[in-house]
């Protein structure tokens, strides 16, 4: 049967302070007033029965989980008791639905992004749902034709086709520089990896059996405790014991050089929301190119983003170019555009002085 998981945990420490650790970022609304994480669930409609969507996030945000998803039954909410990064995520998720379906077939998505449209993004995904349930070893990655040379994002190699609209994975590469991520664009070979993944419950294990066995292990334990009284106390002291890493680093990669691993190229318009830029392009925006929300007032300004969240207080500016003002009921941060991707060191400084008060 077809499932499909929405990888929900994370903080999203570069949109701070409108994202916290008890409002993450996935949680946050854009564009027509819905949170990032309904989005993620909307497009999952009629691509799989709405009883198999799950959600895996951290168990601290359960409540605000069921809060937008108020179809979603608690049951299919997967807490993380502590976030471990996603080969824990992921392996947690597919040891449980393996273990009350060995033949589940599951497609993992974010919760981060906006994608259109629908139809382009479930169409790709009906295309690995196929591939795995035909070809059983077969992991399955999803890539985002590359338009421009993003610093910011991982890349995957496409190498031969092997189906139509379909080919294997030559190798995954990390965030590269302005140089490297021009050349990728310009060999038309490249694709944005889209952190989203369908194969059979069981190839995953495998996979983590083979090449982050403690975790595979690890998972498999708490899955089988899961429908039994020891659940919290086998979850809580396994999970913590996981080694944090990514399933790209843990599987995706070494898989790849074992040539089991496919890209389906994805034609998207894919918005990472994982920056204040990013996130800007789904505010409103004036003629000056300055996006807000909330109550501002806004003179001579030009190419500023200004997000209130207290709609008690006025931000107010004039003359201001190119800044970022984002005012909440405890925090206002104020930073160059050009300083966007240094949020998160602002951050780890503002946690390291004033511990987890404004975090």
Known sequence: MRYAVINAGGSGTRLWPLSRGGRPKQLLSVGGGKSLLRLAYERLL???????IYVCAGAVHREAVLEHLT?????????????????AAIGFASAVLHEQDPEAVVAFVTSDHVIEPVASFQSALRTGFELAERSPSTLVTFGIPASYPHTGLGYVERGAPVAPGVFEVRSFREKPDAETAASYVASGGYLWNAGTFVWRASTLLASL??????????VRAIAAAWSGPSRDVVLKETYESLRKISIDFAVMEPASRDAVVVVVPMSVDWLDVGSWPTLASTLSSDDARNAYDGVTVLVDSEGNIVVNDDPTHLVATVGLREMIIVHTRDVT???????????????????EDHGPRYS
Not at 73 to 86: A, H
């Open 71 to 87: 179809e979603l039954p608690e049951s299919n909410v997967l807490g993380e008791p502590i976030g471990r990064d996603t080969a």
């Open 209 to 218: 059996d083979a090449y982050l066995p403690e975790t595979g292990a690890g």
């Open 46 to 52: 009629g691509l799989v029965d709405p009883a198999n």
């Open 333 to 351: 941060m104020v930073c160059p555009k050009a300083c966007a991707e240094r949020v998160k060191e602002l951050v780890a400084r503002v946690q």
